[in-house]
């Protein structure tokens, strides 16, 4: 019993000193093996791997493609019209070794600060290069650009173990004291585009209108025109009915021509004329033998039998 009970505890330690001498690398990670201080076993693939209990350590790394976003700094074009730029890099630990001997215990945080200090000046120096324009930020060249940044961080970013995978611009933006101006600036342009399209519009509008007018003048003047011909025909015509009237018997005609003065001189209520009674006016009325002046007793104008006018009388 004695026996068993020293075994027992040093049997639990030999297990546990064998437990803690085993460490898992997973496929997403990469470990060292650190003695104080010093690398002793770099472990860059899965699987199991082996340490020296209580006096090595393992401190893991991320093998997968990592994310940095980036401070807005502030580039400078060859333009001078200042930018405030906001980018983010995608990077990867290429070598732990590397990274450790360059950052030391600061991990990836410092790895990242670092970084960080390696994209923003080489965002300026590329961006405010000779021939760089806020609008060639702006335009579809703006992929060579990136392509540039990423090609000279990566340069950089070597020494610190760490591969650079790419280099994008988040956004682009005018300072803050800058926007009010551009706005203003922008809005001047619209309304003078604005002033522009009214005064085109009134100036078609203008020509519309003029022909339409000259239309209607136009219209108008045929139309008058056809009306007065088709009115001097018309006369034409009643004249000529008249005339073949007259022509077939004269006296008829005079009298029919007579009792039409009549109707329009004499209606209403105003039947009241000052005219001489001798007058021809009213020769028709003025015929004691009830016979037109001038005919025969044995007819009246026309051929037919003649009758009283007495029944003719003003109203």
Same mark, same amino acid.
């Given at each position: 019993?004695?026996?068993?009970?020293?075994?027992?505890?040093?049997?639990?330690?030999?297990?546990?000193?064998?437990?803690?001498?085993?460490?898992? *690398? +997973?496929?997403?990670?990469?470990?060292? %093996?650190?003695?104080?201080? $010093?690398?002793? #076993?770099?472990?860059?693939?899965? !699987? =199991?791997?082996?340490?020296?209990?209580?006096?090595?350590?393992?401190?893991?790394?991320?093998?997968?493609?990592?994310?940095?976003?980036?401070?807005?700094?502030?580039?400078?074009?060859?333009?001078?019209?200042?930018?405030? *730029? +906001?980018?983010?890099?995608?990077?990867? %630990?290429?070598?732990?070794? $590397?990274?450790? #001997?360059?950052?030391?215990?600061? !991990? =990836?945080?410092?790895?990242?600060?670092?970084?960080?200090?390696?994209?923003?000046?080489?965002?300026?120096?590329?961006?405010?290069?000779?021939?760089?324009?806020?609008?060639?930020?702006?335009?579809?060249?703006?992929?060579?650009?990136?392509?540039?940044?990423?090609?000279? %961080?990566?340069?950089?970013?070597?020494?610190?173990?760490?591969?650079?995978?790419?280099?994008?611009?988040?956004?682009?933006?005018?300072?803050?004291?800058?926007?009010?101006?551009?706005?203003?600036?922008?809005?001047?342009?619209?309304?003078?585009?604005?002033?522009?399209?009214?005064?085109?519009?009134?100036?078609?509008?203008?020509?519309?209108?003029?022909?339409?007018?000259?239309?209607?003048?136009?219209?108008?003047?045929?139309?008058?025109?056809?009306?007065?011909?088709?009115?001097?025909?018309?006369?034409?015509?009643?004249?000529?009915?008249?005339?073949?009237?007259?022509?077939?018997?004269?006296?008829?005609?005079?009298?029919?021509?007579?009792?039409?003065?009549?109707?329009?001189?004499?209606?209403?209520?105003?039947?009241?004329?000052?005219?001489?009674?001798?007058?021809?006016?009213?020769?028709?009325?003025?015929?004691?033998?009830?016979?037109?002046?001038?005919?025969?007793?044995?007819?009246?104008?026309?051929?037919?039998?003649?009758?009283?006018?007495?029944?003719?009388?003003?109203?």
């Amino acid at each position: 019993m004695k026996k068993l009970g020293f075994i027992l505890p040093i049997v639990v330690i030999a297990i546990v000193g064998f437990l803690s001498s085993i460490f898992i *690398v +997973d496929e997403r990670e990469k470990a060292i %093996v650190l003695q104080f201080g $010093q690398i002793k #076993q770099v472990k860059e693939d899965p !699987g =199991l791997g082996f340490k020296i209990p209580l006096i090595q350590e393992v401190v893991r790394y991320d093998d997968r493609i990592l994310a940095l976003d980036t401070q807005p700094t502030e580039v400078t074009p060859s333009d001078d019209r200042r930018l405030v *730029v +906001d980018a983010f890099a995608r990077y990867r %630990v290429d070598d732990v070794v $590397q990274l450790r #001997q360059a950052v030391g215990v600061g !991990g =990836l945080r410092a790895a990242e600060q670092r970084l960080e200090g390696i994209i923003n000046p080489q965002i300026r120096a590329v961006l405010g290069s000779e021939g760089v324009t806020s609008d060639t930020i702006l335009s579809p060249a703006r992929a060579e650009l990136m392509l540039e940044i990423t090609e000279q %961080v990566g340069q950089r970013a070597a020494v610190l173990g760490i591969d650079v995978v790419d280099v994008r611009l988040k956004r682009t933006d005018l300072p803050a004291q800058n926007l009010e101006a551009t706005y203003a600036r922008m809005r001047a342009e619209r309304e003078r585009e604005a002033a522009d399209e009214i005064a085109r519009g009134e100036e078609a509008a203008q020509r519309v209108r003029a022909q339409a007018d000259r239309t209607v003048v136009e219209l108008t003047s045929d139309a008058n025109r056809e009306a007065d011909i088709i009115r001097g025909e018309a006369d034409a015509e009643r004249n000529g009915i008249f005339a073949q009237a007259f022509g077939a018997d004269p006296e008829f005609f005079e009298f029919y021509r007579s009792l039409a003065a009549y109707e329009q001189a004499i209606q209403g209520s105003n039947s009241t004329m000052v005219i001489s009674p001798d007058g021809e006016f009213f020769r028709y009325l003025d015929s004691s033998s009830g016979l037109m002046p001038g005919s025969s007793s044995g007819g009246s104008p026309g051929g037919g039998a003649s009758g009283p006018l007495g029944a003719v009388t003003p109203e």
